[in-house]
Structure formats: C-alpha cells, structure tokens
C-alpha cells in the first residue's frame, strides 16, 4: 500500500554534509509525522529527528547540526547532515507515522534504510 525510499546516502569525510531524501507513496491522505532513526553497527535503532505538523525533534547528538524538513505535497521528508562526525556513521531509516489512505488509517512504515559512512 505505501512505500517509503530513502536516498543520498553515502561515504562523507568527518566535517563534510549530506541531504537524505525519503518519499512516500501509494494511496495516502495525510501523514501526521515524518522522521529519520539510524542504527549503529551493533547498535540499537535510535530516534535522529522527527517533524510534526511546524514542530521538530531532535536527538542531543545531532542538534544543531542536523536539520530536518519536509515537503506534504510531495509526501517527502529530508535530513540536511552537517558538521558529520564519524560517529554518525549508520544505516538511516525514514519512517512515516499515522498515515491515512484508501481503505487505512493511522498505520506507520518504515523504509529499508540508507547507509552513510563518515570517514577520512
């Protein structure tokens, strides 16, 4: 019913930015809240950043250095990753929560993730 893909993912050198982009598609009406969670080699998956409506959410470790935004009439969200750190170097999922469709409501997904590499 609906798909999420990420894109932008890649190899970046510490200091240096990326733009990950996740669109959303299938029969959707609306989606209450978009955001990015990335998992560590070894590591649990953890809450990047979420946006809601006007407000946004980030995790201590990326505030200010991480800004995330979204596009509703395109059903699609971005990360603007700068100042990267080889600690944020993980698989990046979006995930898309309460979205309304045909025939569904109030469902999430997740997409199949991103991997982005910080290294010199």
């Known amino acids: 019913q609906v798909q999420l893909v990420e894109s932008g993912g890649g190899l970046v050198q510490p200091g240096g930015s990326l733009r990950l982009s996740c669109a959303a598609s299938g029969s959707i009406y609306t989606i209450e809240a978009m955001g990015w969670y990335r998992q560590a080699p070894g590591k649990q998956r953890e809450l990047g950043a979420v946006?809601?409506?006007?407000?946004?959410n980030y995790a201590d470790s990326v505030k200010g250095r991480f800004t995330i935004s979204r596009d509703n009439a395109k059903n699609t969200v971005y990360l603007q990753m700068n100042s990267m750190k080889p600690e944020d170097t993980a698989v990046y999922y979006c995930?898309?929560?309460?979205?309304?469709?045909?025939?569904?409501?109030?469902?999430?997904?997740w997409g199949k993730g991103t991997l982005v590499s910080v290294s010199s």
């Open positions: 946006i809601s409506g006007g407000s946004t």
């Open positions: 995930k898309a929560d309460g979205v309304t469709g045909r025939g569904f409501a109030g469902m999430d997904y």
